[in-house]
């Protein structure tokens, strides 16, 4: 039994694991003084104002109607269970609608927003607490990946929690700083790229490729998102949250125009990743099997796994860009617009131009990752060839 634990501690993913905890340990502690210098401008007037969790102990009264759904106001009494008001009982009031507030009922967890102003509180209840709820979503998520992967699966979290964590600790206050949205998503890829590859796979030649090909394609689906824009007169200024944005763009220096792009480049990561990584793992297991192979053979052989693997993925992405614009596809519908109205609306040709230039970066990716599998897997073919001419 101390054999085996022996042998798991020092195999070679288990120290890549530990390896992996400490870089990305450190890593956060890096973007975390990176960031300790921001100072956000207040948007909204938060003096005064808190957030906590509270259960709902008795309905005082309600003016509620069944209208399909439950709708109305309650007047509730709330007990604290987080933050400075912790303990206390409190009245507050709560407004069922579609997007804020709650259907109050006894026994219920609520999120309370608390004002304070010269002594008096005002409470209400801001909608049901889901903080446990999605903690424990994100649990299982990462769990099923650890059990059903083992050790490869811990690297895939890990890798994971690193691409989160450069989104959020990097990304973002990179924009917030006032630098090119795109500039700032296609750092954010090629880091994210660069180290979790690596976890994953470790250092090989297949890596590297998968690299190259990860970040080229990306790059790729950034810039044929931004000469579609061009080509469409349509930018980030004409997204659906465009007034929330210039507000917050008056205030910072956040370039609005550019985040359409941005996210593309972010949404079709992933989905490039996988093509790249899959085309170079074939060309990796064709060499093993048959190193006699030349470099013009194993790029045929990678292009042919590619082409089936680049129509999935496509179609992921599509599919992916679908179902986020599904209630933008039904207002058209059951309106009836005609087509030409319907071809020429912002909404439309934005959508349109996620899901095709992301698609065409996972298209660019499979030549250019059976290119550099095949270049590096066929270059020891080419270096015996050359030996025995000598």
């Given at each position: 039994?101390?054999?085996?634990?022996?042998?798991?501690?020092?195999?070679?993913?288990?120290?890549?694991?530990?390896?992996?905890?400490?870089?990305?340990?450190?890593?956060?502690?890096?973007?975390?003084?990176?960031?300790?210098?921001?100072?956000?401008?207040?948007?909204?007037?938060?003096e005064g104002k808190t957030y906590a969790k509270a259960e709902v102990v008795e309905i005082i009264n309600e003016n509620a109607a069944e209208a399909g759904e439950r709708a109305g106001s309650q007047k509730v009494?709330?007990?604290?269970?987080?933050?400075?008001?912790?303990?206390?009982?409190?009245?507050?009031?709560?407004?069922?609608?579609?997007?804020?507030?709650?259907?109050?009922?006894?026994?219920?967890?609520?999120?309370?927003?608390?004002?304070?102003?010269?002594?008096?509180?005002?409470?209400?209840?801001?909608?049901?607490?889901?903080?446990?709820?999605?903690?424990?979503?994100?649990?299982?998520?990462?769990?099923?990946?650890?059990?059903?992967?083992?050790?490869?699966?811990?690297?895939?979290?890990?890798?994971?929690?690193?691409?989160?964590?450069?989104?959020?600790?990097?990304?973002?206050?990179?924009?917030?700083?006032?630098?090119?949205?795109?500039?700032?998503?296609?750092?954010?890829?090629?880091?994210?790229?660069?180290?979790?590859?690596?976890?994953?796979?470790?250092?090989?030649?297949?890596?590297?490729?998968?690299?190259?090909?990860?970040?080229?394609?990306?790059?790729?689906?950034?810039?044929?998102?931004?000469?579609?824009?061009?080509?469409?007169?349509?930018?980030?200024?004409?997204?659906?949250?465009?007034?929330e944005l210039m507000f917050i763009a008056a205030n910072t220096d956040i370039q609005v125009g550019e985040l359409l792009f941005a996210g593309i480049l972010i949404a079709s990561m992933g989905a490039v990743m996988?093509?790249?990584?899959?085309?170079?793992?074939?060309?990796?297991?064709?060499?093993?099997?048959?190193?006699?192979?030349?470099?013009?053979?194993?790029?045929?052989?990678?292009?042919?796994?590619?082409?089936?693997?680049?129509?999935?993925?496509?179609?992921?992405?599509?599919?992916?860009?679908?179902?986020?614009?599904?209630?933008?596809?039904?207002?058209i519908y059951a309106y009836d617009y005609p087509m030409m109205y319907t071809m020429n609306l912002y909404s439309t040709c934005i959508e349109i131009i996620r899901g095709i230039s992301g698609s065409m970066g996972?298209?660019?990716?499979?030549?250019?990752?059976?290119?550099?599998?095949?270049?590096?897997?066929?270059?020891?073919?080419?270096?015996?060839?050359?030996?025995?001419?000598?």
């Amino acid at each position: 039994m101390v054999s085996r634990v022996k042998d798991y501690i020092r195999s070679a993913e288990t120290k890549r694991i530990i390896f992996s905890i400490i870089i990305l340990a450190l890593y956060s502690v890096v973007l975390c003084f990176f960031n300790s210098n921001i100072e956000k401008t207040p948007l909204i007037n938060s003096e005064g104002k808190t957030y906590a969790k509270a259960e709902v102990v008795e309905i005082i009264n309600e003016n509620a109607a069944e209208a399909g759904e439950r709708a109305g106001s309650q007047k509730v009494l709330l007990e604290i269970k987080s933050g400075q008001y912790k303990g206390e009982r409190l009245e507050a009031y709560s407004t069922d609608g579609y997007l804020y507030g709650a259907d109050s009922e006894v026994g219920m967890t609520v999120m309370a927003v608390i004002s304070e102003s010269n002594g008096e509180k005002v409470v209400s209840v801001g909608g049901v607490y889901r903080g446990g709820a999605v903690v424990l979503i994100l649990v299982l998520f990462l769990l099923s990946i650890w059990i059903i992967g083992g050790r490869k699966g811990l690297l895939a979290v890990i890798s994971l929690v690193f691409t989160l964590v450069t989104i959020v600790g990097l990304f973002l206050p990179m924009i917030y700083r006032g630098v090119s949205p795109f500039l700032s998503a296609v750092i954010s890829c090629v880091i994210t790229t660069a180290v979790c590859m690596p976890l994953i796979g470790g250092m090989s030649k297949k890596t590297a490729a998968s690299i190259f090909a990860s970040v080229a394609g990306v790059i790729i689906a950034g810039i044929l998102a931004f000469l579609f824009g061009k080509l469409t007169d349509v930018s980030g200024y004409n997204v659906s949250e465009i007034d929330e944005l210039m507000f917050i763009a008056a205030n910072t220096d956040i370039q609005v125009g550019e985040l359409l792009f941005a996210g593309i480049l972010i949404a079709s990561m992933g989905a490039v990743m996988d093509v790249a990584m899959s085309v170079v793992t074939a060309v990796e297991e064709i060499h093993i099997k048959n190193p006699e192979m030349s470099a013009r053979e194993l790029f045929v052989s990678g292009m042919k796994v590619g082409n089936d693997t680049m129509g999935t993925m496509s179609n992921t992405l599509i599919l992916a860009f679908v179902g986020s614009s599904i209630n933008t596809l039904v207002t058209i519908y059951a309106y009836d617009y005609p087509m030409m109205y319907t071809m020429n609306l912002y909404s439309t040709c934005i959508e349109i131009i996620r899901g095709i230039s992301g698609s065409m970066g996972v298209v660019f990716a499979v030549p250019i990752a059976a290119a550099a599998s095949s270049f590096l897997y066929g270059a020891r073919r080419r270096s015996d060839m050359q030996a025995e001419i000598v």
